[in-house]
């Protein structure tokens, strides 16, 4: 157990049984149940559609992502479904991430008032076996679940991660460790002066793409998000950069003493990389200027 797991308030471990009951698929209040690219293509070749008629059929689009539709009257997932044994999942073996990670979500474990408030909905909750903090970061980190169930050794090392990365994320790593080797040795050292960060000063507009700003509120956490109240970066602070390791492909490429012929060509060769992989994940391509970003999240 690490020092984070010992000063947690459920240190000791949490009880839970999933007594199928599916309550936590149903309403009476509305939700959300996100499902990615992936998990799209599983569950449509678990119903034998295409996968763009499952969409059309079963998906909403909220924001940048894509959840499963509810029963309008009873706000219940529509793959929740009366039977002879009671309410079930009808998708069960390809349930989303979300689905597989319940109860064990951030909101219901920021306190035992919390966790005690949806024990009250859910009558698994606080019976049956007891969880460690390590079994429940497991449970959480169930992103990838598709791939850690084809092979059991393959299981035990995801469970032993401590964190999941989303193909999505990893993918614009991935991109950001591409752009940074094309500067090495190609682009002047940056001096960190900052005042390309002040953009209403510099005259200059920061334009960033969707894959990029879902990595950046996935790195950075959402509770840590700035709205930009003037015309400086808000991630700013005594000119330097907080959010460094996380900063957009515009702050990486654009350098006040570089060949603005060569930062063009990285800007376009990096943009048609974006656009890909919104392709890729069916994500939709924006590009928009920092201030818009950030208020949509």
């Keep these: 157990m690490n020092n984070d797991d010992k000063n947690r308030w459920y240190a000791a471990g ?29 569950i449509a070749n678990h119903l034998n559609m ?56 951030p909101g219901n474990l920021s306190s035992p008032y919390n966790w005690n408030l949806a024990a009250q909905r859910c009558p698994g909750i606080n019976r049956g076996p007891a ?12 992103k990838n679940w598709w791939r850690e169930e084809k092979n059991t050794e393959t299981h035990r090392c995801h469970c032993e991660r401590s964190e999941a990365i989303s193909p999505l994320i990893q993918e614009v790593t991935d991109i950001y460790q ?49 709205k930009m109240m003037t015309g400086r970066c808000s991630y700013q602070k005594d000119d330097k950069c907080t959010v ?9 490429i654009f350098n006040c003493k570089a060949d603005p012929d060569f930062q063009s060509y990285l800007t376009e060769s990096v ?10 994940f069916d994500v939709p391509y924006r590009y928009v200027d920092l201030p818009t970003a950030l208020k949509s999240l």
């Design 244 to 252: 460094y390791p996380y900063r957009f492909a515009g702050c990486r």
């Design 50 to 105: 295409p996968p763009e008629d499952f969409k059309r059929k079963y998906l909403s689009r909220v924001g940048f992502r894509k959840s499963i539709k509810e029963v309008p009257r009873t706000h219940d997932c529509v793959f929740l479904q009366q039977t002879s044994e009671g309410k079930r999942c009808t998708i069960y073996p390809v349930r989303p991430a979300q689905c597989r990670s319940w109860p064990f979500w």
């Design 178 to 226: 591409w752009l940074d080797n094309q500067l090495k040795g190609k682009s002047p050292a940056c001096v960190t002066c900052g005042k390309c960060c002040d953009f209403e000063a510099y005259d200059h507009r920061l334009y960033v793409t969707t894959p990029e700003i879902m990595f950046f509120a996935d790195k950075i956490e959402s509770q840590n998000i700035k």
């Design 271 to 280: 943009i048609k990389k974006f656009k890909s992989l919104c392709d890729e």
């Design 14 to 42: 949490l009880h839970f049984e999933c007594h199928k009951c599916g309550r936590c698929c149903s309403g009476p209040t509305e939700g959300y149940i996100w499902v990615t690219k992936p998990e799209i293509q599983l």
């Design 131 to 142: 969880f460690t903090p390590e079994q429940i970061q497991t449970k959480q980190n169930t």
